[in-house]
């Protein structure tokens, strides 16, 4: 399976900006991680196939929404009221694994990424 980000872009701080990743096959659980310039990669959100599950960063929570289009195979990242700090490269990554709810945020639990998506918002 091969993931396929885009949507990235440059916004103005209270922005928004929608991030689309489309997989060419079905995944279980499909989430994003973020790079910042020198800092590692770290967890965004995360959705589990029926979407009844999903799981955020607290930096993110209350401003981003993930969802997913299973007919599509495609996961969307919504990033409302956008701030400075949220600038970096995006990438979306998958897994066909069940892990728990305590390791959504754990970049090991992933074994399919995509490239990023760079997303710049400023002040």
């Known amino acids: 399976v091969q993931l396929q980000a885009s949507g990235g872009g440059l916004v103005q701080a209270g922005g928004s900006l929608r991030l689309s990743c489309a997989a060419s096959g079905s995944t279980y659980v499909m989430g994003w991680f973020r790079q910042a310039p020198g800092k590692e990669r770290e967890f965004v959100a995360t959705?589990?196939?029926?979407?009844?599950?999903?799981y955020y960063a607290d930096s993110v929570k209350g401003r981003f929404t993930i969802s997913r289009d299973n007919a599509k195979n495609t996961v969307y990242l919504q990033m409302n009221s956008l701030k400075p700090e949220d600038t970096a490269v995006y990438y979306c990554?998958?897994?066909?694994?069940?892990?728990?709810?305590?390791?959504?945020?754990?970049?090991?639990?992933?074994?399919?990424w995509g490239q990023g998506t760079k997303v710049t918002v400023s002040q």
């Open positions: 990554a998958a897994s066909n694994r069940y892990f728990s709810v305590a390791r959504m945020g754990a970049k090991e639990s992933y074994e399919l």
């Open positions: 959705i589990r196939y029926t979407g009844s599950t999903t």
